[in-house]
């Protein structure tokens, strides 16, 4: 504490902030810059309920984008600001307000955001003008650009809509599919690991438990509740989305444990709020931990994440209808059909060669 009080640049802008003898909220800690130092300081000042809780992510999205678009020209930003206000940002506090927005959607939206204002600065050095794009000004963009193809969609759906564009048509994107998997033998092996391995750590246990057994991507489970899971006379269940899902006794127990685990120490002691603990808590435990950090840790391991969970929601939709696989794990609608069409169309495949070899 004594080291930390000496050095460290966060403690002397809480010290600054305290002499200041102003009260100390988001709305002040918004107006400061969004630097780590900034972060952590308002970290600790949530876990400990001195701040309330809020969708942080989706809060700095917005005041990311106020610096953006006031960096921007005058002209771009009077375009590039609607845009993100009217189509990103109103979406993302849509999906924020289910509860799914994640720091993954948020670096896909300023993604977008930051290529339309690139779309735009190159108008500019070829004197073009948004009103008059035509078809061959866009393929010529998209062709100097190609990794940039997926984040102007967006963009330029809304120039249509707005009548700010005329007569373009976005190529078709190229659909691409998962194309890592495992083995049978290898990925039941891997399971195994996880349910009955002491000797691997409690969390990379359940993370490859879920992982295998359902096919959940790590950036949804670390955003799993404590309050998710309960335990009735049928046995243990853990609502993934919005269905109760009945879990083998052995992942039920690995769960219960890790639920009932002391949480990391810290200086700050146990979170003073009432809300739902993180299933992974972080290094605070008012945020889990990061899917990043969580990836690697899996794979040090010997447990990938990818082609574990492409060979997982092979069998899942091999086993249960597109619209029951969305209920009870939350995957998207289109996902999980998408997901089924792939396992109908493998297995065509298969039989029509088999049917060839037959012949042969």
């Known amino acids: 504490m004594i080291h930390w009080l000496q050095h460290s640049t966060s403690a002397r802008l809480l010290a600054t902030l305290a002499a200041e003898h102003t009260e100390i909220t988001h709305q002040l800690l918004d107006g400061l810059t969004q630097d780590r130092n900034t972060c952590h300081v308002r970290e600790p000042l949530v876990a400990t309920g001195v701040l309330p809780r809020r969708q942080e992510i989706l809060i700095h999205l917005e005041l990311w984008l106020n610096d953006f678009a006031d960096a921007l020209p005058a002209h771009q930003a009077r375009i590039v600001r609607p845009f993100a206000e009217w189509q990103v940002l109103r979406d993302a506090r849509r999906r924020s307000a ?82 890592r998997f495992q083995t049978d033998e290898e990925h039941y092996d891997q ?21 295998r057994l359902y096919g959940l991507p790590v950036t949804r489970i670390v955003a799993l509740t404590t309050d998710r899971f309960h335990k009735d006379k049928t046995g243990a269940y853990f609502t993934f989305d919005r269905n109760p899902v009945l879990l083998p006794p052995k992942l039920a127990c690995l769960i219960e444990e890790q639920i009932e685990r002391p949480v990391h120490v810290s200086m700050l002691g146990e979170p003073s709020w009432d809300g739902p603990r993180f ?6 435990t008012s945020r889990p931990r990061s899917a990043g950090g969580v990836h690697t840790l899996m794979k040090q391991h010997g447990l990938p994440n990818i082609s574990a969970r492409n060979t997982a929601m092979i069998e899942v939709v091999a086993e ?41």
């Open 320 to 360: 249960l209808p597109p619209t029951v696989v969305s209920d009870l794990f939350g995957v998207g609608a289109s996902t999980a059909h998408r997901w089924a069409r792939f396992v109908q169309d493998d297995w065509a495949d298969y039989l029509a060669a088999s049917q060839e070899d037959g012949d042969g």
């Open 98 to 179: 289910r509860s799914r927005y994640t720091a993954g959607a948020a670096t896909a939206d300023r993604t977008d955001i930051r290529t339309a204002a690139k779309l735009l600065t190159w108008l500019d050095a070829n004197q073009l003008d948004l009103s008059t794009l035509a078809q061959e000004d866009l393929d010529l963009w998209l062709t100097t650009h190609p990794t940039l193809r997926r984040g102007i969609r967006s963009f330029i759906r809304w120039t249509l809509a707005r009548r700010l564009t005329s007569g373009i048509v976005l190529p078709k994107e190229a659909k691409t599919f998962a194309s």
């Open 191 to 211: 399971l195994r690991r996880c349910l009955n391995d002491d000797s691997l750590p409690l969390e990379v246990r359940v993370v490859g438990a879920l992982v």
């Open 279 to 284: 299933l992974l808590p972080g290094r605070l």
